[in-house]
Each structure stands twice: as C-alpha cells, then as structure tokens.
C-alpha cells in the first residue's frame, strides 16, 4: 500500500521560507508525476507544483517564482522549496501523484499533510 509522509511545516513570519518534504512508500515512486497541493481553511484543496518523471515542473501562478518542486528519486521523496512566504499560504500541505491521486481501497488516499502558518 502506498504511504505519503509530509513534514517540514510551521510556524513562519511573513517573507520566510520553509522546505517540506514528503517520503513515499509503497509505489514505484521513481516513474510518476507528483505534485504539491494546498487546503486553506474553509477552501478546497488546490494544486500548487508539479514535477514529472522526468524533472519539468509546472507552478501555479499565486507561487511561480517563490516555490520550487524538487524530487530525488533514489530517496522516493519530493521536495517543496518556499520563499517569501505571505499568510495567503497559510495552509495544510499535502503531496500526492499528479495528475490522480493513489488510491487505497478504492478511494482517494492522501497523506496526514503538513501545516503551513504564515504569521507575525
């Protein structure tokens, strides 16, 4: 069965930065896209970065040039490198396969996410 493990979240002031990262087991890792989203409070989750096989990566434009996706295959982990942090980014941050989500047991499965809070 798959296991996404997200970590590196917390508590950061406003133009900080934060590297996430998210170990995954369980899955031939090495040859699918993965990508980085976010679930604000009381927002559905959103895609934030993705990165392919391969190594192209693909932002959404409220982080283009402030994130950046990584992933070393040999570790089976993704990274999520951010800078200049504003609390519009305040949000649980998950991993996952892009462009769909590995299942278990027939549903969506996704890790227990890290916290991401950008406040003075």
């Known amino acids: 069965q798959v296991q996404l493990v997200e970590s590196g979240g917390g508590l950061v002031e406003p133009g900080g930065s934060l590297r996430l990262s998210c170990a995954a087991s369980?899955?031939?890792?090495?040859?699918?896209?993965m990508g980085w989203y976010r679930q604000a409070p009381g927002k559905e989750r959103e895609l934030v970065a993705t990165?392919?096989?391969?190594?192209?990566?693909n932002y959404a434009d409220s982080v283009k040039g402030r994130f950046t996706i990584s992933r070393d295959k040999g570790k089976n982990t993704v990274y999520l490198q951010m800078h200049s942090l504003t609390p519009e980014d305040t949000a649980v941050y998950y991993c996952?396969?892009?462009?769909?989500?590995?299942?278990?047991?027939?549903?969506?499965?996704w890790g227990q996410g890290t916290q991401v809070t950008v406040s003075s």
């Open positions: 990165i392919t096989s391969s190594g192209s990566t």
């Open positions: 996952n396969r892009h462009p769909t989500p590995w299942l278990r047991w027939g549903k969506d499965y």
């Open positions: 369980g899955t031939i890792f090495s040859i699918v896209a």
